[in-house]
């Protein structure tokens, strides 16, 4: 007898898994541990309300900002923003009272005199509630940064939050969605979009000196093993344990974020779909069980299900252009993120060091000739920034460059760089990623939370990389 294709997935059970159409799944991934998959993709389709893409808000003279999260980043944070013309911190919450109190204490020697939020795990809404905060700035764990950032754009504050925006393709829909009916800013704290390599590449790929962009490759593999196992580093162990039960690429944005900028993703082309796949886990295990036989702290994470060492993920995008990331926290592998530009007329490598450029088929440049291409190609905002940046700190000064540029946009009534869009799709990877991994590297479709409008929005990192701005670091 002859069986057609949806009889074979009924008799197999396939049809009930959402595998369907040639090969692609037909539902979407929710909230990984158990790798389930929601029976409704329709759950997932995005109408657009209203297009941020170049939305602008009111000017802002000053932006009061209140953070969340004074922990690792925040306090660096702090550091940053009290260096910004026109910035006033004027709240700071974190769930340690000791944590809050070390804030206060980077920021008064600027006259800053932040509210204080501290002692529970709601005392952050109060930030939000306040008349005198334009701006929330999350730095907490990863799994609060989507309800944190929908609440406060739901309270009329603009919102920039650390990596990743969301977890899950609900949580990203909610960010687009509340981002578009409230008109609040939902900016993703991509810091390697601005550092200084990345931005050369992106305005040398503007200007065509590599050609059509065919190919891009990122990373983040950093070794974080004795970090992700300390007892300090990370509060309650909340990085260790994003590790557990969820096999994929958690932290995608770092190599993807400046890779879609050159490719205009969003902006006149869009991720299609990944594949992805993981190794098995040879390090967190052992890691786990050796910390254990000395330290009883140590027991309740031995015999857990540790994700895979390295994930590489493959995206292909509508254009057809095709994207690697790989994600790797555990080996002892010098620090990476890649960052690989391939075109029809040239390509640019940063890692490893030092950062290369070669032209039609001749090869890898000379020094020389590599500094002439620099000098050529650096953006007006690093020549008016830059060195103030790298002086102020911040990651070699990305950081403090992307803060600049944050608070520049909104004094100025200027669209951010990076908008709700960005966070959307580039935080997708992970849910997807795991999605395809558990599926033996089935292919998942990206959604597109634009609604069809990357087909005509216009770029905005271009204002960035032209605009010098009018805000001053001090």
């Not at 709700?420 to 580039?426: E, I, N, S």
Request: hydrophobic share 35%.
């Amino acid at each position: 007898m002859k069986t057609n294709r949806r009889d074979f997935l009924k008799k197999t059970g396939l049809a009930g898994a959402g595998l369907t159409g040639a090969g692609w799944i037909g539902s979407v991934p929710t909230r990984n541990p158990q790798q389930t998959v929601d029976a409704n993709p329709a759950d997932f389709v995005h109408r657009q309300h209203f297009n941020m893409n170049g939305y602008a808000a009111p000017a802002l003279d000053t932006v009061r900002v209140g953070v969340i999260g004074i922990g690792n980043r925040g306090r660096a944070a702090l550091s940053r923003l009290v260096r910004i013309e026109g910035v006033q911190i004027t709240a700071l919450s974190d769930l340690y009272p000791e944590t809050v109190e070390q804030g206060l204490e980077r920021v008064r020697q600027y006259d800053h005199n932040p509210a204080l939020y501290s002692g529970g795990e709601e005392e952050w809404k109060q930030v939000c509630d306040r008349d005198d905060v334009d701006l929330v700035y999350i730095c907490t764990p990863w799994h609060l940064h989507a309800p944190q950032a929908i609440h406060a754009m739901e309270h009329d504050k603009h919102v920039a939050t650390e990596i990743p925006a969301a977890q899950t393709l609900e949580d990203c829909r909610k960010l687009v969605e509340t981002s578009e009916r409230t008109r609040k800013h939902c900016m993703m704290l991509e810091n390697v979009c601005y550092d200084f390599f990345e931005m050369l590449t992106l305005n040398m790929t503007r200007q065509g000196f590599f050609g059509d962009i065919v190919h891009g490759e990122g990373a983040y593999i950093h070794e974080l093993l004795r970090m992700n196992f300390s007892k300090t580093n990370y509060a309650d162990q909340w990085r260790l344990k994003e590790n557990i039960d969820r096999n994929g690429n958690l932290y995608p944005m770092h190599g993807l974020g400046s890779i879609a900028q050159i490719m205009d993703l969003n902006y006149g082309d869009r991720m299609d779909y990944l594949v992805s796949v993981s190794s098995g886990d040879f390090q967190m295990g052992t890691h786990a069980e050796k910390l254990a036989a000395e330290d009883d702290f140590w027991k309740p994470y031995v015999d857990c299900n540790y994700r895979g060492n390295m994930n590489t993920s493959i995206i292909r995008t509508a254009k057809g252009r095709t994207i690697m990331l790989q994600h790797d926290v555990t080996s002892p592998r010098p620090y990476t993120r890649i960052h690989l530009v391939s075109g029809t007329r040239g390509t640019a490598l940063k890692y490893p060091p030092p950062a290369r450029i070669a032209t039609d088929h001749t090869g890898w440049v000379s020094e020389e000739e590599f500094q002439e291409l620099e000098e050529r190609y650096t953006p007006e905002i690093t020549r008016r920034v830059g060195e103030m940046a790298r002086e102020v700190g911040g990651h070699g000064g990305m950081d403090t460059l992307m803060d600049w540029r944050l608070i520049d946009c909104l004094r100025n009534g200027l669209p951010l760089d990076m908008d709700v869009y960005d966070a959307a799709q580039w935080s997708a990877v992970i849910p997807l990623s795991e999605w395809s991994v558990a599926q033996g590297a089935m292919p998942a479709r990206i959604p597109d939370f634009t609604d069809g409008a990357w087909k005509s929005n216009r770029r905005l990192m271009d204002i960035g990389l032209s605009a010098g701005g009018t805000t001053r670091l001090i």
